[in-house]
Structures are given as structure tokens and as C-alpha cells.
């Protein structure tokens, strides 16, 4: 039977779950938890998604976030994908460290607030802390809503403070909404009013007009479900931009790609600012710049990445770079 398509276009809210493979324990280490947030923060760099609420727990992982342009698929797959490898070497293991597909639940706007509050209180409902120390759970959104100075530059705690009254992004607000969560972490109607019983099932939360609006563009064909060939279609050029930038600002041209050595530090560098910025692949990669086999692309950009090679200036300029994708 074939994969029911993901619904994409620009602007989609989701809540976004998954668990870990027989509901194994994924995120039970520190630098399980710190390896899987790098990899978030990456994914949402290169795809412009806007975090409204996260929260990890031992066996799985909850995401409320927006993405500006349809590109959900692609994100995903490769941040689970990079997560994987990466906890597969930490534990010197192999195998599926998910479950399998991970559930993206489509959200209406004026669904997104109430996710977020389920999502912060996710740690209270397993028993982990009590809501009126909520902000003491280091591995959630509702962490970083406490502590500013903590929050990711694409995190947006405005839909949950601006849902429980109203609330200002400043001190007194903050606790004003650890008060609200805690309040309703003891009221069964309002969970219930909320929907919090089916948050995590279903494929959208939302009115019956939302869910019929979207059902009836897929119905007319409205394009706004994207399909992987056309997902392909759509990054590339992204690729292309970001390797024209990247090209200017090393003072290289086109005919440097050409007739540059194939393992060329600045082409090193280059590669992994495309892999890391733009989640370019390696096949794209190895061509575009002419560095060969991909396997050979893929053990340059390692190593450079192991080394931390900070004293390369082509790496420093392109890291430091801020660019207009």
C-alpha cells in the first residue's frame, strides 16, 4: 500500500511526534538530548521554520512548528536521518532508532496555542516535575519561554503568552502563563474544551471549515500538496544561490569549481557550508563542485567538521557569513 502523501504549503502549522523504535528510550543521555536539539536547530536554520513549542521526553519528541515554505518533508527527513546516524555512532549501534514515519498533525492557526500548552505540559503529565517549577525542565520550549536569553532566534512564544490572556514577554507575564499552565494541568473540562485527549491523533485539529478547505484544494488538485519530485525541483535552486553567494564571497567563480584539486581546502569548506546552511547532498554536492565520488565528499566534510578547523579562514567567512536565501 502506498504512503499516504504529507499535506504541504506555505505557512502550514503542524504538531509534529514521533517515538523511539519499540518505544525504546532514545533520549535518555545528555548528548542524546543535545545531538537530537543541534540537529532541530540546523533543520530550522536552512528551512526557515518558526518553533512555537518543543519538548522532549525519554522515548519520543513533540514539535509545534510553522514552515514559511512548504519544505516539511524535506526538513524532517533529513533530521531524523542526521539524528539517527549520529546516535547510532554515539552508541556504536545500527538499526532504526524510530518508530517509522513520524506523525505531522496539520493545525489550524487557532489550534496552535492549545498544542503548545499540551506540549509544555507534557513533562507534568508523565510525572516528571510539577507545573509550578515547569521552567526547571531543561529539554522544553517552556525553558527557553523562561529564560530569553536561551531562545533560538527562530523561536516564537508570542500563540501560547497571547492565548492565556493576553500576556506581555516579560517577567510577569512569563509567570503569569507558568500560573495559567498550572491551572490547567488540574482542570479536566478546560484539557477537554482544549482537545488535549486528541492532540496527538487524527491528521489536522482545526474547525470543520479549516479541514474542509483543505480537503477540497487537495480535491481541485490546488498543488499545495507537494510531491518529491517537485519538493527536488524547488530546493535546487535554493542550492544554487547559496553556492553563487558562498562563490563571491570567497572571491572563486565558476572556473575555479572546474579547475580547482578536487580536495582543495576551500572546496572543503564550501561543501560543508552547502551541507550544513542548505542541506545540499552530497551527490549534488560532489558534482556541482567537482570533488569527485560522493564517499570522497562525505570523509572531506567529516573531517573537517571532527577537526573544527576554526582557523580556516574560507570556514570563518563562510560561517560567520549571514545570508539572504
Known amino acids: 500500500m502506498a504512503r499516504k502523501a504529507r499535506i504541504e ?167 503569569l502563563y507558568r500560573d495559567y499552565l498550572e491551572w490547567l494541568s488540574a482542570d479536566d473540562p478546560e484539557r477537554k474544551r482544549l482537545g488535549f485527549e486528541g492532540m496527538s491523533r487524527g491528521w489536522a485539529k482545526g474547525g470543520n471549515a479549516f479541514k474542509k478547505a483543505v480537503l477540497g484544494d487537495l480535491e481541485a488538485g490546488d498543488q ?11 530546493r535546487e535552486p535554493r542550492w544554487e544561490n547559496g553556492l553563487k553567494q558562498a562563490l563571491r564571497l570567497l572571491g572563486k567563480g565558476e572556473s575555479d569549481l572546474l579547475s580547482g584539486p578536487k580536495g582543495a581546502d576551500w572546496k572543503v569548506a564550501l561543501a560543508r557550508h552547502l551541507r550544513e546552511r542548505y542541506l545540499a547532498p552530497h551527490k549534488w554536492i560532489a558534482q556541482r563542485l567537482s570533488m569527485g565520488q560522493v564517499s570522497s565528499v562525505n570523509s572531506l566534510v567529516s573531517r573537517h567538521r571532527k577537526l573544527k578547523i576554526d582557523s580556516d579562514p574560507d570556514w570563518g567567512k563562510l560561517k560567520n557569513q549571514q545570508y539572504l536565501d
Request: charged letters at 20%.
Open 224 to 234: 499545495r500538496n507537494i510531491v518529491e519530485a517537485e519538493a527536488s525541483e524547488m
Open 9 to 175: 504549503y506555505a505557512g502550514a502549522y503542524y504538531h509534529v511526534i514521533n517515538r523511539g523504535n519499540y518505544r525504546s528510550w532514545i533520549f535518555e543521555s545528555e548528548g542524546a538530548r543535545q545531538s537530537f536539539l543541534k540537529c532541530l536547530v540546523q533543520a530550522c536554520g536552512s528551512m526557515g521554520w518558526r518553533v512555537h513549542a518543543w519538548c522532549l521526553m525519554g522515548n519520543h519528541y513533540h514539535l509545534c512548528l510553522q514552515t514559511p515554505e512548504p519544505n516539511l518533508v524535506e526538513g524532517m527527513r533529513w533530521l531524523q536521518s542526521t539524528f539517527a546516524n549520529r546516535f547510532n555512532r554515539l552508541r556504536k549501534s545500527n538499526g532504526h532508532v524510530f518508530q517509522g514515519r513520524y506523525q505531522a498533525i496539520l493545525l489550524d492557526g487557532d489550534a496552535v496555542a492549545a498544542v503548545c500548552h499540551y506540549i509544555h505540559l507534557n513533562p507534568v503529565r508523565a510525572g516528571l516535575i510539577g507545573a509550578a517549577c515547569l521552567q526547571e525542565y531543561k529539554d522544553s520550549s517552556f525553558h527557553q519561554l523562561w529564560y530569553p536569553r536561551k531562545r533560538w532566534g527562530f523561536t516564537d512564544c508570542a500563540s501560547c503568552l497571547e492565548a492565556a490572556g493576553g500576556l506581555a514577554d516579560k517577567p510577569k507575564g512569563r509567570a
